[in-house]
Structure formats: C-alpha cells, structure tokens
C-alpha cells in the first residue's frame, strides 16, 4: 500500500488554519489490497460519537480520513457489502459530522449505499463487521438502530423529499436545527428528487443539499442530467462560496488529469454563475468541489450551512477512492462478498486440485440475459428497457449486441414502465427488466399506462422473493399481490432456470401485459432446452405422485415458483413417516389465470388436504387466489370436506440475513414447510 508522511497535530480549526492546510488535501493514502487484521487506528478509535470528532485539527481529520477508509476496506472484507460509494465518501462524512451537530442537526442519506462510515462514527464501529448478517447491523440506515439515523433508506432519490419535509417541520415548529440531504447523481436522475427541489423553492425552506457527483449509480450514469453535470466540471470553472456567503466565479483549481482546454487546443469559455439547472430551478448553487479536498469541503460546508433557503453544494469524488482497484472499476466494485479465511483458501485450493471443476448454475438474470439475446435475434421488434440495472438484470450482452435495441432510462422506474407502454402502442414489443421491489415505485403507470390500455409490454421481475442481506426494503414478496389484483395481467412463477426461459419466452409470444416473476441467484442447475417453447397459459404440472392410490388421505401440495423443489423435498420426508397417505406436488406456474381446472380435478379425485406455497406474503398472494376460488367459484369444494392451508411469509417485515436464514424464519424452508404440513394433516 502506498504510505503518506502526515501526522496528527494539535492546532486551531478556524477558516484561517482551514485555508492553510488546504496544501494537505492530496496526502489521502491509496491502498492495493483489503487488509485480512484489523488495521491499526487510534484516532478512529477514539471516536465513539460524532461529539469526539469537535476536538480533532484539520490534520488529525486528514489522518482520520486515512484510518477510516482502511477500516472500512477491512470490515466489508469480513462482512461483504456495498463498497464503492463507502469510500467515496469518507471525507464528506467525517465533514459533516464535524460541522454539524448531530442528531440535532438531522442528516439524511440517499438509497444508503454510502452510510457505512456513518455508521462507523455514530458509535457503531464495533459492530460493523455484523453490518447485513442476521440479527447485525442493517445494510442500510434505519430509524430504529440509531438516533444518528434519521430517516430509512433503501431506495433511490427519497431524501430531498425526506429532508424537506423534516426542514418545514422544524420550521413550523420554530425550531433552528439544519437538514443536510446527500444525493448521489445517480439518484439525482429520479423524477422524485426534481419534484422535491421545486417544491423546496416554493416552500423557500431551508434546506442543504449535497450532490455527491462520482458519475455513477451501481453502472454509469447516463441522460441529459448527467451530461449536464459533465459540463460543469469541464468548464474549468466553480461557483464559489464567499466568506459572507456569497457565489463567486472562479477557476477551479488544477486537479488531476484536468484540462482547461478543449480538444482544439483552445481555452474554454467562461461560464456564467446562472449556466446551471439547479440555479434556474431556484436553489443556491455552489460548485462542483473536489470531494476528497477535507479542507475545502470544510470550508464551504461550514459557509453553506449558515445560508438560509434552499442550498445545493455540488462535490465530485471517485468512487471506490483510496483502493486503486475500485478506482478502476467502479461497477465490479460496487459491492464485494465477503473475504475467504486464509484456511478456506487453502482448503478451497486442495480441493479444486482433486476434483474435477463443475459446470456453474447459471444465474436467472443470466438466464434472462440469454432469452434477450436469443429472442432479438429471432424478433426484431424486441426492445429492451432497464431503469439503471444493466449489469444486475443480465443485459450487458444484450446492450452490447443490439445497442440501438436497449433502453437504460437511470433511475426513474415510472418513466420506463410509461415508455414501455408508449413504445409498445407502435408496433413493437417492449421487454422490461426491473427488480420486483422497484417495480413498486411505478405501480400507477403499470395499472394505467399498461394495463388499462392492454398494451403488449412484457415485465421481467428481477430479485422476486426474499433477497436476504438487503432486507426488507429489497424484498420482492408483494408482487403477486399487487399484480394479479390488475385486470388483463398475466402473471408466471417459473420453478427453476429452464422453466423461466420457456416462460420467458411465452409471456413474450402473448398479445397483452404479462409478467414472469424469477429470484436473486443461481437456480438448481436446470438445462436450457432450445429452441423456446410456448406452454399452456394458466396450466399447472404435476410434479410427483408419492404413496398409494388407496390412502384415505390425498394432500395436494400447490407449489408457486421455485418453491416447487422446496415443497418436493418436504413431501418426500412427510411420506415416509406416514404409510397411508397420497402426496402430490403440482407445480402451478401460473398465479394468473389459476389452473381452476386442476384444483376440480384433483377435489373430484378425492384430494382431502390442499396446501400452497410460495414465496410471497401471505395476504393477497397466490394461496389467496386459491382460497378465492375455491370459496367463490367451485363446485366440488362446496360438495367436498377439503382442509386447506396457505404456507407463506406472515404479515411482518423481515429482518435481514442469508436467504437461507429468512426462509427459515418465515417457515419456507423444507423444515417449516414440513411442520406446517403435518399441522394441516392432524
């Protein structure tokens, strides 16, 4: 790792020590490798509040730079996690817990990728490397884990909302306490955030907003906003902020790898103070600043906060700052897994020496990935439409191949739902990759723009189910319910990866609003049979028959997505504990339409005992539709003593952990799907 010379050193903190120290800026060190010891940090150490950092001079801030962000490349390395935006921010985040006064003053992250060290120095250094593991600190902050936590995160572009609100709060309360939002430009690309800004200055609250500019989401950004923010900071120049608060033109100073000419060889032209969006919205602009300037960010931090109305400080950092691989790539870096012990590599070593390496199972955003390039090739009206989840949603290839075919529309999940359905009114056949958590945030434009329109878009649900360390606000365990609630919607839950390329591949064919709905991972190792194929729409399979024809007591096991191997695995224990007993698993496909057809046959067979599972919420989700129908609308269930009982995740949030331990807390696994169904047979 790279070593740097500075050193701790008593000193006043006034604006004239903050200009004179301005020189150390660039001391930050860069490091090679994720340490595998805890790292030596005694300045870290010693803050156990953000009141412990008032006493530290410029330098020892400097040098607390250091120490933090070798702390956290230490402690993600134990726990895995986001990565990337952490570093980046390590000294806006020491600034402002050194300007502002919190938890009075309230400070309000954006998605949250980037609060780690906001963890770190409100008290919770010690349990960092817990930070996504069960019963460990959240991934994100949480109102409920901290007092420094103000307001919880886990999606885009909220915090201007969330700030303003709480500003107007203080204010009719009388009470002088600052609100500080940090947005990423990623982020800053929703339409929620533009709508909070233009409220900001109709309501003139007083609110500080910090654009952190590193020119990235989780992929790079992209649009006009982005653009717009490439043009401020190669003009050269900076709004300054004056010591009586006041913006200034001047040339930004040099940094690295800049140029103040253009390609010609000539000098650019000088902007003007108005030549930005956020001044023509109304806000106090300043900027763009060097983010990694500790210095600098305290000097005009400490300015901007006494400003009243809407102020917005524009910084730019490098994401991944200070560990030269993420420097260089952002995206890869964006979030790591957790390190292997020294004794694992080894093992892990020998092992693979001895054995012959397996195929992996392909990922089902591969898997997808795969059906686009697949059906692109065969259809040429096929676009594809992502709202800023390229290489999570498996469609780098795709974007590569069919450039002018591919949509990435950033972070604005109601835009991309819209576009699809406006694209879809001219003759081709839009597909849209989204994650079933933010297909939430554009549920108007699905029911109104789509639906009700029957527009023939094709909505492919990402991360459905519980995703595990994330939590609950990236859980995708309501989709069924908000989607089969939806008039002329189709909805699919593929069992493993073959099943969700053919179900691709079907919701696609059909001539309306579909939606196939598949989990985070890898799947269980399914082979993809080509070429497509087109299954019955609303028809069900029957997985496995297990016992005697005769048994006096028939349990039928519907089984929705990939708890079809789940419910298997259950039935293939129950039998064996019970020698007069008929089991059959149905794997059901379709949440809508349900297979009425089948759920007749199998009561009219004698089925004495129904069961469904799925990982969805209980209320509203495919057990429901089964309940809905049997009670409204059959025949042989009203004729017919049938038990029944819905197996899903109970009406709570869950907490985060491994997929493995969610699912055992919701009872999912094979374990609790077994007691919950011996509960039913007694």
Known sequence: MQQSSHSPQSRSTSTSAIDSAVHLSGLQQTYLTIPEACPNTPLLDAIASPADLKSLSTEQLICLVDELRLFLLYSIGQSGGHFGANLGVVELTIAL???????????????????????????RREQLASIRAKAGLTAFPERAESIYDTFGVGHSSTSISAGLGMSLALRYQKREQTVACIIGDGAMSGGMAFEAMNDAVQQNADLLVILNDNDMSISCSIGGFSRHLATLWESGYQVDISESGEPVLRARPSMQGFDRRNRHGELRAVPKIEDNLFKAIGFTYFGPFDGHNLPELLRVLSLAKQIKGPVLIHIYTTKGKGFAPAESDPVGFHAISKLAASSEKTAMSNDQSSKPALKPTLKYSQVFGEFLCDKAAADDKMLAITPAMEEGSGMTDFARQYPERFFDVAIAEQHAVTLAAGMATQGVKPVVAIYSTFLQRGYDQLIHDVALQNLDVTFAIDRAGLVGEDGATHAGIFDFAFLRCVPNMLIAA???????????????????????????????????????????????????????????????????????DTALKAAEQLIQSDNNLQIQVINMRWVKPLDCELLEELITQGVTHIATVEEHVLMGGAGSAVNEYLLNSSTAFKTNRVAITNIAIADRFLEHGSPAEQWVDSGIDVAGVLKQLQALLK
């Open 97 to 123: 817990h050194y300007l502002l006064d919190a938890p009075r003053d309230q400070i309000v992250w954006d998605v949250g990728h980037q609060a780690y060290g906001h963890k770190v120095l409100t008290g």
């Open 494 to 564: 593929p069992k493993d990866e073959n099943e969700c390329y053919q179900l691709l591949n079907t919701c696609y064919e059909y001539q309306g609003c579909t939606a196939i709905r598949y989990p985070r991972g890898s799947g269980i190792g399914a082979v993809i049979e080509r070429p497509a194929q087109l299954y019955p729409i609303g028809k069900g399979v029957i997985e496995s028959v297990l016992g005697l024809e005769q048994a006096t007591t028939k349990l039928a096991v519907l089984a929705f997505g990939t708890l079809v």
